[in-house]
């Protein structure tokens, strides 16, 4: 019904940058929240950033300062620009969205495959 599709994830060496982008499609009737996260190998995932249909974002402790979240709500997407990546950056990224399909619905969660991101030199 809701498909989130990612992409932009890559190779990058230490103190470079990238943009993920994620465009939301199918059945939306609105969304509400809008957020990326992350998993390294043998970590739990963890929130990223995070961004409301309305209201301020919120960002992990780790990334305040060098990554920033936005959102195009006509095109039902958000985007992470990430800067000054470090090698603890590398991990596969998630998109997530609070999607409502119609009305009187309650949101659902919903996402996207993942991109990997590996900052090496």
């Known amino acids: 019904q809701v498909q989130l599709v990612e992409s932009g994830g890559g190779l990058v060496q230490p103190g470079g940058s990238l943009r993920l982008s994620c465009a939301a499609s199918g059945s939306i009737f609105s969304i509400y929240a809008m957020g990326w996260y992350r998993q390294a190998p043998g970590k739990q995932r963890e929130l990223v950033a995070a961004?409301?249909?309305?209201?301020?974002?919120n960002y992990a402790d780790s990334v305040k300062g060098r990554f920033t979240i936005s959102r195009e709500n006509a095109k039902n997407t958000v985007y992470l620009q990430m800067t000054s990546l470090k090698p603890e950056d590398t991990a596969v990224y998630y998109c997530?969205?609070?999607?409502?399909?119609?009305?009187?619905?309650?949101?659902?969660?919903?996402w996207g495959q993942g991109t990997q991101v590996t900052v090496s030199s």
């Open positions: 961004i409301p249909s309305i209201g301020t974002t």
């Open positions: 997530n969205a609070e999607v409502v399909t119609g009305w009187g619905t309650i949101p659902y969660d919903y």
